[in-house]
């Protein structure tokens, strides 16, 4: 929904969608979901295809497993946490401008910050933890949270995560 409000053409396809699967809908960019479980059992099969998909250099935007699988494609590494961030009123600090944003979580996994490479920005913290809650690849158009901005809970605090994807769209 947010997407789409946002002008964007949404196409939905399975998580285990082969590349030349994602591929035959022309997208202008992709969008990683949110889903249970732990990252690396799903990073089996996704992170190959979320490699390609960042080389086309088409925009890319996860949430959630989305941001952990987009952490493993470039090299991070996921970590279980000891305890998970469930709720609707999590705030996150961006670092770049000290702004908070309430957030809705619920996960137990999280990408590990000391294994972010040097083409990978750290852009959201967990005010709660301190926790990695956001990246942004230097190198590439791609972005991740590990939050739920279609939540709204800010109501209105992330709503420019869309805006910014679609914008990226050629």
Do not use: W
Request: charge should be negative.
């Amino acid at each position: 929904r947010n997407l789409a409000d946002a002008g964007a053409r949404v196409t939905v396809l399975p998580a285990a969608a082969t590349f030349d699967e994602v591929m035959a809908h022309a997208p202008d960019g992709f969008f990683l979901s949110n889903g249970p479980g732990d990252p690396a059992a799903t990073g089996e099969y996704a992170v190959p295809v979320i490699r390609k998909m960042l080389e086309t250099g088409k925009p890319l935007f996860g949430i959630c497993l989305g941001h952990q699988l987009l952490g493993l494609a470039v090299g991070a590494k996921t970590t279980k946490m000891h305890q998970g961030h469930r709720g609707a009123t999590h705030p996150v600090k961006r670092p770049a401008d000290g702004r908070v944003e309430i957030t809705s979580m619920n996960h137990g996994f999280a990408v590990d910050r000391d294994t972010l490479g040097d083409t990978v920005r750290e852009t959201h913290i967990s005010v709660f933890d301190g926790s990695n809650c956001g990246i942004e690849l230097t190198d590439a158009p791609a972005f991740s949270v590990q939050y739920h901005p279609e939540a709204s809970p800010g109501p209105q605090d992330s709503i420019y995560l869309f805006e910014t994807f679609v914008g990226q769209l050629r």
